[in-house]
Structures are given as structure tokens and as C-alpha cells.
């Protein structure tokens, strides 16, 4: 789950959220065990507002064990350049620790495990 907002899930992936958001709600009614991923960039989901909403989302889950708190990187840029595609995220700093801290507090406040 990227981000909850649509329309900055669709700036920063180029698509909607309500697919990914769907099969959330599937796994959680199946009560399939589940970590969820949660990447940490700068301008997109590094505020507490955005981690907030996934909190929210996925608190009443009883099938998520853990949230991984994933800090943004640069580790793909060659692959977009290889698929000859402009990576937009070229000039993005990764988060620094104390915002993945406050980042991962959101959820553990919330009886959420959350780990980076």
C-alpha cells in the first residue's frame, strides 16, 4: 500500500489505489495473515498524515502481523533508465531516521507492529 490519498497514490505510481485497497479488505475478510509494506518517500508518504491513514485502514484488520516500514532508496533508478523511461524520483532523498522513528510510533500507538 503506497498511499491512501488516490490522487497521490496516482502522482507517485501513475495508478489508482483502489485495487490494491480491495485486496486489503479480501485478505483481511479471509483473515489471511499479512504483512503490509509501507515505503517511506519524501513528498509523498513521509507525513504523519498519510501514515495516519493507513493506520486507520488497516487497524481493525485482525489478519495484518506487521507493517515493514520501508525507507525510499534509489537502488531501481537503472532499471527505468534500461526501459528508457524517466525516473521522476531522481532528485528524492531517503527519509531520515528520526522521521522513520515518528513514522513507526503512528502505528505502534495503535497496537500496530510496525518495523524498518
Known amino acids: 500500500i503506497k498511499q491512501?490519498?488516490?490522487?497521490?497514490?496516482?502522482?507517485?505510481?501513475?495508478?489508482?489505489n483502489q485495487r490494491t485497497l480491495?485486496?486489503?479488505?479480501?485478505?483481511?475478510?479471509?483473515?489471511?495473515?499479512?504483512?503490509?509494506?509501507?515505503v517511506?518517500?519524501?513528498?509523498?508518504?513521509?507525513?504523519?498524515?498519510?501514515?495516519?491513514a493507513l493506520?486507520?485502514?488497516?487497524?481493525p484488520m485482525n489478519n495484518v502481523e506487521k507493517v515493514?516500514?520501508?525507507?525510499?532508496?534509489q537502488l531501481g533508478t537503472h532499471k527505468?533508465?534500461?526501459?528508457?523511461?524517466?525516473?521522476?524520483l531522481t532528485d528524492t532523498k531517503p527519509p531520515r531516521k528520526e522521521t522513520m522513528e515518528a513514522i513507526k510510533a503512528v502505528f505502534t500507538e495503535r497496537g500496530i507492529k510496525a518495523d524498518y
Do not use: C
Open 4 to 16: 491512501m490519498d488516490d490522487a497521490k497514490h496516482i502522482d507517485l505510481t501513475k495508478v489508482s
Open 68 to 73: 515493514e516500514l520501508l525507507p525510499y532508496h
Open 22 to 38: 480491495q485486496f486489503a479488505k479480501y485478505l483481511a475478510k479471509r483473515n489471511q495473515k499479512t504483512w503490509v509494506r509501507y
Open 40 to 52: 517511506v518517500v519524501d513528498g509523498f508518504t513521509e507525513d504523519l498524515a498519510s501514515a495516519e
Open 80 to 88: 527505468w533508465e534500461a526501459f528508457g523511461e524517466t525516473y521522476s
Open 55 to 59: 493506520a486507520d485502514f488497516i487497524e
